[in-house]
């Protein structure tokens, strides 16, 4: 079980971390469009994650011949999981220290351009700002970015483990 869950979770890893890594350097950050990015990098997501369903499917098939409970199977996709995501989070932190050491700093200034050109009144302009540089803040710390990065996947993770198990289980 353990070399199918690694295995899954690596393929869900390197496949994020591609996904990822093609869509950063392809980015136009002069373009202030980053919507595209946001649904390409979504999709990314979404794509490599599906090695949890194919992980689970193959465990409850080779290594319980063809019956597996909700919370074993819960169980492996949740840990397939975790490593893809481990995968995106170190790449991230890589690209974010190396190459894209201004991306937070850029991403702001698109995202503040938006809030300040939307039409709001100017108080609810300034609070928005303010939200934004107190995040940037933040984000500026590797730490806190480890964490902030997680959270773009492993929910999504943790959803697709929930359906593949619902899905796959068999008493």
């Not at 070399?3 to 093609?22: A, P």
């Not at 220290?97 to 937070?104: L, Q, S, W």
């Not at 500026?140 to 619902?166: D, V, W």
Request: hydrophobic share 50%; aromatic share 14%; proline share 1%.
């Amino acid at each position: 079980m353990k070399s199918i869950v690694i295995k899954y979770g690596l393929i869900g890893g390197v496949i994020v971390s591609i996904f990822m890594s093609i869509n950063m350097f392809n980015m136009d950050m002069e373009s202030a469009d980053m919507d595209m990015a946001e649904y390409i990098g979504y999709a990314g997501i979404f794509i490599a994650l599906t090695s949890i369903f194919f992980g689970v499917r193959k465990i409850r098939d080779n290594e319980y011949n063809g019956s597996i409970s909700f919370g074993k199977a819960f169980k492996v996709g949740f840990l397939i999981a975790l490593i893809a995501s481990t995968l995106y989070v170190i790449t991230w932190m890589v690209l974010s220290e190396t190459y894209f050491a201004d991306f937070g700093a850029q991403y702001n200034a698109i995202e503040i351009e938006k809030i300040k050109s939307s039409g709001l009144s100017e108080a609810e302009i300034n609070a928005q700002v303010q939200s934004m540089e107190a995040f940037m803040k933040m984000y500026e710390n590797p730490i806190a970015r480890f964490f902030i990065t997680y959270i773009e996947i492993l929910p999504l993770g943790f959803l697709i483990s929930l359906i593949s198990a619902a899905i796959l289980r068999k008493k």
